[in-house]
């Protein structure tokens, strides 16, 4: 007996609006992050899940998990960059004191 | 009902394997660490005309086993304000990934953990994990020396990881496998990986004395600065599980990889008649480096960090590209030989050694001038 | 008897592992702990993509995510001050409503997936080093030269995001 | 060797490029000698190419690479050797390196130096690929490149206003011109599903379009000529187009780029030939204008004026040529007038030099004593044109006047002979003016001095070229190697001049030289012995006169018919844009204002809003789906 396709895409979902709702409830930038990093993740478990039942022979949607990977990364240093130099103008990382851009 | 190896039932037999691998590499570290404590002692000793230790024992060879019982029997300390389960966790995290990577070192035809086809791969990846404990040691103690070495060694880590693994790449490329077995299988015979890359074992020696935080890059625990670096709170066997066996592992680990990708692993006079003859080739190859690290702990000073980060930006990466460049047009260019590739990789060795030197001028006359206009601006701004 | 059992069970662990990862990174009040706990999410999602007979790939997911993303991380939050209070730590006006919205988004979509790919399992093929290595530097060589493009511009904006110019280095600067 | 044609344009592109990008700062006056020997090395790989199609590959195609492919519209990058391209090619990248040479000496002193050699460059360039394109299109980017350089070049001195004004006119005018190409060359495409050549003309043959068509495209064509190579009746910007510097003049205005009209109408001669009243119209509108811009030369008292007033009629005398269906004879002079009217340009500029920016004939005089290398030169420069055997002009003017009689076209061979006669005494008159008599300015007389050696050895070249390039390709008349060469190209068509005896040949040749002599001899009379005084000609002819010397008043014409209309014109549309283009905006971005007023309070400014919002849109958007998959939303 092996596992079905379901129960990873199951698990997927799930770690991914996991993420989703810690984007929406939290308030520190740098968990804000790293919930990012969690939605990330779980589509990159569908995507690899996917490739294995349907993909052909050439892996497209383990390719697309590298893309994701390198997305993250860039998005990873970006983010914390633009946190640090936040932080340095006025030092705090919630981000609803971050406000200087409403309308 | 099917019969494994050993006439042993494999439903058995499985598990059992794996216990006995696991067990062999643990001893093997744990051993092998009290040795390599006893050899930098000595060597260190030698060097510096000292005799080293020679109570306990003959020549002193029980002097580590005696330092491990008190360390094993010392009393565990924690200070109150290191970080809950963090400072627990932090040494685990060290030593895992170094335990897991002794799976695929192959200490003999068929004496390897298991066959990764992506064995370098897996190396560096748990390479890169080390990273991680040590932050978190760092960060759990609480202790502004340690957090700042924790913080130190990451940035050290994290940068020398690319050139170590640019310079595996390049092997990748001249034997077209990953797989640990493979690349020792290619170099069958004297020409060996080092004859056709010594550049990329050059680079890959210099990253991996960084990734293993020994001199002339162990700044992490640079007494002078910072007490012991992310090891200042530690004692007791955590500190040993941390230090001596993580770090001696470590090494150990990097002088393995060293050995079976540019120095032909196990093989050697007389290992196709007695296939156990390799692990004696192999620990023997392996021990050599070792040796040959602990010489240059002896050798070199200590770097200061903006030398160490600038060294490894400006001047391992940038060669290490190159070297990979040369290498890849080139195999690809002359699909059927290696000497090209090989003249290339010597040519890149002259330049890298004979160009420091010059590098070296170029930015201390810099460095002076910029001290000049530090020093005397009015006369700059007049002149 | 044979070794079937074991690859349920590993799932199981894994999973387990993975979504209570999750959870904890969302729930938890001390950020270097929710951290930690992402790298232990990431080492459960390699762990599925072994089982997933994606080698590479589970390889890739350490380097980058453990070794790399959550060092980084690691470093945002030695860096920056942050309250530990738990109150301070949540929206306190718009958790309800978020809570209300990504349930009614999740239920449906974790239902539906789980029902529609049941039977037939994925095929956990061997190492797949090479069929994806060709991929990428054949059919998707040019999004592969864009990536490096973005990550190349992602490092400069983050050297420049973070540089701090110190007045005595400017005036260094200026002088020559 | 053919296969590398495309290295002949690639080296002037070279030195454009090396010239633009570091002549400013790095190069200084090293770039008159980039672009030299670039141009150096054109012009002998050119030399090759010549030679291997004189060897008998006639007609090669090498294709560089697709440039557009829409349908089923592609045209290729791709250069058409043959016999005419490669006589094309070997003038102008013979003309260009010697003016290139001469050019190091006149713009020595000049603060745009560098400038000067990258647009003229540039300008090579563009002629390569008009000469050597083998499809219209690709020879329209020539075309325009030509333009393009023209106008920077004529406008080289912006400082002044009249280079400035000169070179907005030549654009204008040549644009109109180039309205006139576009045309026939989307009129080709839509009627032969193709712009090569080679395919035009093949299926030209195959399946015979109604004669309305090509007479519209003939047309269109040749009203794209008349503006590059000013004919009547767009003329009038190559006067003008004197204010740039002399090379300029020489290279672009005598030698080459005016001459790309003529090449056109040769290349597309099996269009002409099929295609009714066209060729009439070629040469009568070059008759026209040969005699035309040669009455006004007659009065001009500006050196290169007059020069460029002779172009003109020269050129009209190589449309005239086409038009009597003697395209040969049109290219044979086409080359020849390339080499003595660029010597004529350059031994002008070289006077201009030596008096330092003085033009007025009136002030010159007696300089042949000072310069005597230009004045020598300028004399062969100045018999050729005046078609004085057995200097080149003479072979090809005559096979021009020969093919019209022949050809039986007597009026435009009347309308020759009289632009012979008047062509002979302008040219002495400019001569005479300029090198005899007392010197008029003694001031400039005693400062005048012979130009340096660089600017003195092309001179001599071109006057060797000048004098012995007819008798070389040209000789015997109507045989002559020139003939067997290029006759397979452009009279494919099958129009071929039918060659007359030997009597009429002669007779002819006779007559064309009686025609220059007698030219010649009214000059002497008149600016030697006096007889009649020309001020006392003047006097007589008093309106004649002045129609002349206000250029029969052409350009007042066009700036009262067209300039002021094109004002109005664009008055009104100002006044549109104004009123209800930016009114339209303006209100439309009030509105737009007021509701981002509106909008404003949903920006909260906090992140997590958004994310929030971003939730909620996956929720309609899986509602959506949901009602899709329900079936309750229909498709």
Same mark, same amino acid.
């Given at each position: 007996?092996?596992?079905?396709?379901?129960?990873?895409?199951?698990?997927?979902?799930?770690?991914?609006?996991?993420?989703?709702?810690?984007?929406?409830?939290?308030?520190?930038?740098?968990?804000?992050?790293?919930?990012?990093?969690?939605?990330?993740?779980?589509?990159?478990?569908?995507?690899?899940?996917?490739?294995?039942?349907?993909?052909?022979?050439?892996?497209?949607?383990?390719?697309?998990?590298?893309?994701?990977?390198?997305?993250?990364?860039?998005?990873?240093?970006?983010?914390?960059?633009?946190?640090?130099?936040?932080?340095?103008?006025?030092?705090?990382?919630?981000?609803?004191?971050?406000?200087?851009?409403?309308? | 009902?099917?019969?494994?190896?050993?006439?042993?039932?494999?439903?058995?037999?499985?598990?059992?394997?794996?216990?006995?691998?696991?067990?062999?590499?643990?001893? +093997?570290?744990?051993?092998?660490?009290?040795?390599?404590?006893?050899?930098?002692?000595?060597?260190?000793?030698?060097?510096?005309?000292?005799?080293?230790?020679?109570?306990?024992?003959?020549?002193?060879?029980?002097?580590?086993?005696?330092?491990?019982?008190?360390?094993?029997?010392?009393?565990?300390?924690?200070?109150?304000?290191?970080?809950?389960?963090?400072?627990?966790?932090?040494?685990?995290?060290?030593?895992?990934?170094?335990?897991?990577?002794?799976?695929?070192?192959?200490?003999?035809?068929?004496?390897?953990?298991?066959?990764?086809?992506?064995?370098?791969?897996?190396?560096?990846?748990?390479?890169?994990?080390?990273?991680?404990?040590?932050?978190?040691?760092?960060?759990?103690?609480?202790?502004?020396?340690?957090?700042?070495?924790?913080?130190?060694?990451?940035?050290?880590?994290?940068?020398?990881?690319?050139?170590?693994?640019?310079?595996?790449?390049?092997?990748?490329?001249?034997?077209?496998?990953?797989?640990?077995?493979?690349?020792?299988?290619?170099?069958?015979?004297?020409?060996?990986?080092? +004859?056709?890359?010594?550049?990329?074992?050059?680079?890959?020696?210099?990253?991996?004395?960084?990734?293993?935080?020994?001199?002339?890059?162990?700044?992490?625990?640079?007494?002078?600065?910072?007490?012991?670096?992310?090891?200042?709170?530690?004692?007791?066997?955590?500190?040993?599980?941390?230090?001596?066996?993580?770090?001696?592992?470590?090494?150990?680990?990097?002088?393995?990889?060293?050995?079976?990708?540019?120095?032909?692993?196990?093989?050697?006079?007389?290992?196709?008649?007695?296939? +156990?003859?390799?692990?004696?080739?192999?620990?023997?190859?392996?021990?050599?480096?070792?040796?040959?690290?602990?010489?240059?702990?002896?050798?070199?000073?200590?770097?200061?960090?903006?030398?160490?980060?600038?060294?490894?930006?400006?001047?391992?990466?940038?060669?290490?590209?190159?070297?990979?460049?040369?290498?890849?047009?080139?195999?690809?260019?002359?699909?059927?030989?290696?000497?090209?590739?090989?003249?290339?990789?010597?040519?890149?060795?002259?330049?890298?050694?004979?160009?420091?030197?010059?590098?070296?001028?170029?930015?201390?006359?810099?460095?002076?001038?910029?001290?000049?206009?530090?020093?005397?601006?009015?006369?700059?701004?007049?002149? | 008897?044979?070794?079937?059992?074991?690859?349920?069970?590993?799932?199981?662990?894994?999973?387990?592992?993975?979504?209570?990862?999750? $959870?904890?990174?969302?729930?938890?009040?001390?950020?270097?702990?929710?951290?930690?706990?992402?790298?232990?999410?990431?080492?459960?999602?390699?762990?599925?993509?072994?089982?997933?007979?994606?080698?590479?790939?589970?390889?890739? %997911? $350490?380097?980058?995510?453990?070794?790399?993303?959550?060092?980084?991380?690691?470093?945002?939050?030695?860096?920056?001050?942050?309250?530990?209070?738990?109150?301070?730590?949540?929206? %306190?006006? %718009?958790?309800?409503?978020?809570?209300?919205?990504?349930?009614?988004?999740?239920?449906?979509? $974790?239902?539906?997936?789980?029902?529609?790919?049941?039977?037939?399992?994925?095929?956990?093929?061997?190492?797949?080093?090479?069929?994806?290595?060709?991929?990428?530097?054949?059919?998707?060589?040019?999004?592969?030269?864009?990536?490096? $493009?973005?990550?190349?511009?992602?490092?400069?904006?983050?050297?420049?995001?973070?540089?701090?110019?110190?007045?005595?280095?400017?005036?260094?600067?200026?002088?020559? | 060797?053919?296969?590398?044609?495309?290295?002949?344009?690639?080296?002037?592109?070279?030195?454009?490029?090396?010239?633009?990008?570091?002549?400013?700062?790095?190069?200084?006056?090293?770039?008159?000698?980039?672009?030299?020997?670039?141009?150096?090395?054109?012009?002998?790989? =050119?030399?090759?190419? #010549?030679?291997?199609?004189?060897?008998?590959?006639?007609?090669?195609? @090498?294709?560089? *690479?697709?440039?557009?492919?829409?349908?089923?519209?592609?045209?290729? @990058?791709?250069?058409?050797?043959?016999?005419?391209?490669?006589?094309?090619?070997?003038?102008?990248?013979?003309?260009?390196? /010697?003016?290139?040479?001469? =050019?190091?000496?006149?713009?020595?002193?000049?603060?745009?130096?560098?400038?000067?050699?990258?647009?003229?460059?540039?300008?090579?360039?563009?002629?390569?690929?008009?000469?050597?394109?083998?499809?219209?299109?690709?020879?329209?980017?020539?075309?325009?490149?030509?333009?393009?350089?023209?106008?920077?070049?004529?406008?080289?001195?912006?400082?002044?206003?009249?280079?400035?004004?000169?070179?907005?006119?030549?654009?204008?005018?040549?644009?109109?011109?180039?309205?006139?190409?576009?045309?026939?060359?989307?009129?080709?495409?839509?009627? #032969?599903?193709?712009?090569?050549?080679?395919?035009?003309?093949?299926?030209?043959?195959?399946?015979?379009?109604?004669?309305?068509?090509?007479?519209?495209?003939?047309?269109?064509?040749? !009203?794209?000529?008349?503006?590059?190579?000013?004919?009547?009746?767009? *003329?009038?910007?190559?006067?003008?187009?004197?204010?740039?510097?002399?090379?300029?003049?020489?290279?672009?205005?005598?030698?080459?780029?005016?001459? =790309?009209?003529?090449?056109? @109408?040769?290349?597309?001669?099996?269009?002409?030939?099929?295609?009714?009243?066209?060729?009439?119209?070629?040469?009568?509108?070059?008759?026209?204008?040969?005699?035309?811009?040669?009455?006004?030369?007659?009065?001009?008292?500006?050196?290169?004026?007059?020069?460029?007033?002779?172009?003109?009629?020269?050129?009209?005398?190589?449309?005239?040529?086409?038009?009597?269906? &003697?395209?040969?004879?049109?290219?044979?002079? /086409?080359?020849?007038?390339? #080499?003595?009217?660029?010597?004529? !340009?350059?031994?002008?500029?070289?006077?201009?030099?030596?008096?330092?920016?003085?033009?007025?004939?009136?002030?010159?005089?007696?300089?042949?004593?000072?310069?005597?290398?230009?004045?020598?030169?300028?004399?062969?420069?100045?018999?050729?044109?005046?078609?004085?055997?057995?200097?080149?002009?003479?072979?090809?003017?005559?096979?021009?006047?020969?093919?019209?009689?022949?050809?039986?076209?007597?009026?435009?061979?009347?309308?020759?002979?009289?632009?012979?006669?008047?062509?002979?005494?302008?040219?002495?008159?400019?001569?005479?003016?300029? !090198?005899?008599?007392?010197?008029?300015?003694?001031?400039?007389?005693?400062?005048?001095?012979?130009?340096?050696?660089?600017?003195?050895?092309?001179?001599?070249?071109?006057?060797?070229?000048?004098?012995?390039?007819?008798?070389?390709?040209?000789?015997?008349?109507?045989?002559?190697?020139?003939?067997?060469?290029?006759?397979?190209?452009?009279?494919?068509?099958?129009?071929?001049?039918?060659?007359?005896?030997?009597?009429?040949?002669?007779? /002819?040749?006779?007559?064309?030289?009686?025609?220059?002599?007698?030219?010649?001899?009214?000059?002497? =009379?008149? *600016? @030697?012995?006096?007889?009649?005084?020309? &001020?006392?000609?003047?006097?007589?002819?008093?309106?004649?006169?002045?129609?002349?010397?206000?250029?029969?008043?052409?350009?007042?014409?066009?700036?009262?018919?067209?300039?002021?209309?094109?004002?109005?014109?664009?008055?009104?549309?100002?006044?549109?844009?104004?009123?209800?283009?930016?009114? /339209?905006?303006?209100?439309?971005?009030?509105?737009?204002?007021?509701?981002?007023?509106?909008?404003?309070?949903?920006?909260?400014?906090?992140?997590?809003?958004?994310?929030?919002?971003?939730?909620?849109?996956?929720?309609?958007?899986?509602?959506?789906?949901?009602?899709?998959?329900?079936?309750?939303?229909?498709?």
């Amino acid at each position: 007996m092996t596992v079905p396709l379901g129960a990873y895409i199951a698990v997927s979902a799930v770690l991914f609006f996991t993420g989703c709702a810690g984007v929406l409830v939290r308030r520190n930038a740098v968990v804000i992050l790293m919930c990012v990093e969690l939605m990330l993740n779980a589509a990159n478990l569908a995507l690899v899940a996917f490739s294995r039942k349907y993909g052909s022979i050439d892996e497209r949607g383990s390719v697309f998990v590298v893309f994701v990977f390198v997305i993250a990364a860039a998005e990873v240093a970006v983010g914390l960059g633009i946190i640090l130099s936040a932080y340095r103008n006025r030092p705090v990382v919630d981000v609803d004191e971050i406000h200087q851009m409403k309308g | 009902m099917p019969v494994g190896p050993f006439g042993i039932d494999p439903f058995i037999w499985a598990p059992l394997r794996l216990v006995i691998a696991v067990g062999l590499a643990l001893f +093997l570290i744990l051993n092998g660490a009290l040795l390599q404590i006893y050899l930098e002692r000595k060597i260190q000793a030698i060097i510096q005309d000292r005799l080293g230790p020679y109570h306990v024992g003959p020549f002193g060879l029980l002097q580590t086993f005696a330092d491990a019982l008190k360390l094993i029997a010392k009393e565990d300390v924690r200070a109150a304000a290191t970080d809950g389960w963090f400072f627990v966790a932090a040494p685990a995290l060290v030593f895992c990934p170094m335990l897991a990577s002794w799976a695929v070192l192959p200490f003999a035809q068929d004496i390897v953990g298991t066959n990764l086809n992506i064995g370098l791969l897996y190396l560096t990846t748990l390479g890169s994990m080390t990273v991680l404990g040590i932050v978190i040691a760092g960060w759990a103690s609480n202790n502004k020396y340690a957090l700042v070495g924790g913080l130190r060694s990451a940035g050290q880590l994290i940068s020398y990881e690319i050139p170590q693994i640019l310079a595996l790449v390049s092997v990748a490329l001249v034997v077209g496998s990953l797989s640990m077995i493979d690349i020792t299988r290619s170099q069958t015979g004297p020409f060996v990986n080092v +004859l056709i890359l010594p550049f990329s074992f050059l680079i890959y020696f210099i990253a991996a004395l960084a990734e293993t935080n020994r001199t002339p890059f162990d700044l992490p625990e640079a007494e002078s600065e910072l007490v012991a670096g992310w090891l200042t709170e530690y004692s007791g066997m955590r500190w040993g599980t941390m230090l001596a066996l993580s770090e001696y592992g470590n090494v150990t680990v990097v002088c393995a990889i060293i050995t079976t990708l540019w120095f032909g692993g196990w093989q050697g006079p007389g290992v196709d008649a007695f296939p +156990l003859l390799g692990v004696l080739w192999f620990t023997l190859k392996v021990y050599g480096f070792i040796v040959v690290m602990m010489w240059i702990r002896a050798t070199l000073p200590r770097l200061r960090i903006d030398q160490l980060m600038s060294f490894c930006w400006k001047g391992l990466i940038p060669m290490a590209l190159v070297n990979i460049v040369a290498v890849a047009t080139l195999a690809l260019a002359f699909p059927n030989t290696l000497v090209p590739i090989a003249i290339a990789n010597w040519l890149l060795v002259v330049v890298f050694v004979g160009g420091i030197p010059f590098v070296q001028r170029r930015r201390l006359a810099s460095l002076r001038a910029r001290a000049r206009a530090s020093a005397a601006p009015a006369v700059r701004a007049a002149s | 008897m044979t070794f079937d059992f074991i690859e349920p069970v590993v799932f199981a662990l894994l999973s387990i592992g993975v979504i209570a990862g999750g $959870v904890a990174v969302v729930m938890l009040n001390r950020i270097t702990a929710a951290a930690l706990l992402m790298a232990f999410t990431f080492l459960c999602m390699a762990g599925m993509f072994v089982l997933l007979g994606a080698e590479t790939i589970a390889a890739f %997911q $350490v380097l980058i995510y453990v070794g790399a993303i959550t060092v980084l991380i690691l470093y945002g939050v030695m860096f920056t001050k942050f309250s530990d209070s738990p109150r301070a730590l949540f929206f %306190q006006k %718009q958790t309800p409503l978020a809570a209300i919205f990504v349930a009614a988004v999740a239920v449906p979509i $974790v239902v539906v997936g789980t029902l529609s790919f049941t039977g037939a399992p994925p095929r956990a093929g061997g190492g797949d080093l090479p069929a994806l290595a060709t991929s990428v530097f054949t059919d998707f060589a040019f999004p592969f030269e864009i990536a490096s $493009v973005l990550l190349l511009a992602a490092m400069v904006g983050a050297i420049v995001l973070t540089r701090r110019d110190d007045p005595d280095e400017a005036a260094m600067r200026r002088r020559r | 060797m053919i296969s590398l044609v495309w290295l002949i344009p690639a080296f002037p592109l070279a030195a454009f490029l090396v010239n633009g990008l570091f002549g400013r700062r790095r190069l200084g006056h090293m770039t008159g000698l980039i672009a030299t020997g670039a141009v150096g090395v054109s012009a002998l790989l =050119s030399i090759g190419v #010549f030679l291997e199609v004189v060897g008998g590959k006639t007609q090669t195609v @090498v294709s560089l *690479y697709r440039w557009i492919a829409v349908g089923d519209f592609s045209v290729n @990058v791709s250069a058409l050797i043959d016999p005419l391209s490669s006589v094309m090619l070997l003038v102008v990248t013979v003309v260009s390196f /010697l003016i290139f040479v001469y =050019s190091n000496g006149y713009m020595a002193h000049d603060a745009g130096f560098y400038r000067f050699f990258t647009w003229l460059s540039l300008f090579v360039f563009a002629m390569l690929i008009l000469v050597m394109a083998d499809n219209y299109l690709l020879m329209f980017v020539g075309w325009e490149g030509v333009g393009l350089c023209s106008y920077l070049l004529i406008g080289f001195w912006f400082e002044r206003p009249e280079p400035y004004y000169a070179a907005k006119k030549a654009f204008v005018m040549n644009r109109i011109g180039d309205w006139g190409y576009t045309i026939g060359i989307i009129t080709i495409f839509l009627v #032969f599903g193709s712009m090569n050549f080679l395919d035009v003309f093949k299926r030209l043959e195959e399946s015979a379009p109604a004669q309305a068509t090509l007479t519209l495209i003939c047309i269109a064509l040749f !009203f794209g000529a008349t503006g590059k190579s000013a004919q009547l009746p767009l *003329y009038s910007w190559l006067p003008d187009a004197m204010e740039g510097p002399t090379p300029v003049s020489a290279l672009i205005h005598a030698a080459t780029m005016v001459t =790309s009209g003529v090449y056109l @109408v040769a290349r597309s001669m099996p269009l002409f030939e099929v295609a009714g009243p066209s060729l009439q119209v070629v040469g009568v509108v070059g008759a026209i204008t040969a005699i035309f811009a040669a009455t006004i030369a007659l009065v001009q008292f500006d050196i290169k004026r007059v020069m460029a007033y002779s172009t003109v009629s020269q050129l009209g005398y190589m449309f005239l040529a086409l038009g009597v269906g &003697a395209p040969v004879a049109a290219i044979f002079h /086409l080359a020849t007038h390339a #080499f003595f009217k660029a010597l004529l !340009f350059l031994g002008s500029g070289s006077v201009i030099h030596g008096l330092g920016g003085e033009q007025d004939m009136r002030k010159m005089g007696g300089l042949r004593r000072k310069m005597p290398v230009t004045f020598w030169t300028m004399l062969i420069a100045g018999g050729a044109l005046a078609a004085l055997p057995p200097l080149a002009g003479f072979w090809s003017k005559d096979e021009i006047l020969g093919a019209a009689f022949a050809n039986g076209h007597l009026v435009l061979y009347a309308v020759g002979i009289l632009t012979a006669v008047l062509t002979a005494f302008y040219v002495t008159r400019a001569l005479w003016m300029t !090198f005899y008599g007392e010197p008029r300015d003694h001031h400039l007389y005693d400062h005048a001095h012979e130009s340096p050696r660089v600017m003195t050895l092309p001179l001599i070249a071109l006057a060797a070229g000048s004098a012995v390039l007819g008798i070389v390709i040209g000789f015997p008349p109507e045989q002559g190697f020139i003939h067997s060469f290029l006759a397979p190209v452009v009279e494919a068509g099958g129009v071929a001049e039918h060659v007359p005896e030997l009597a009429t040949i002669v007779a /002819l040749a006779i007559v064309s030289i009686l025609a220059g002599v007698i030219g010649i001899a009214v000059g002497f =009379s008149m *600016y @030697v012995r006096h007889r009649p005084d020309p &001020a006392a000609l003047t006097r007589a002819t008093g309106p004649v006169y002045r129609i002349l010397v206000n250029k029969y008043y052409v350009d007042e014409l066009y700036d009262h018919r067209f300039v002021e209309a094109a004002r109005a014109v664009a008055g009104a549309s100002w006044a549109f844009d104004i009123h209800i283009i930016d009114g /339209l905006a303006n209100r439309l971005g009030w509105a737009l204002a007021m509701g981002g007023q509106g909008l404003r309070r949903v920006q909260t400014g906090i992140v997590g809003n958004y994310a929030l919002t971003i939730v909620a849109g996956l929720l309609l958007m899986l509602v959506a789906y949901g009602g899709y998959a329900a079936g309750i939303l229909g498709r």
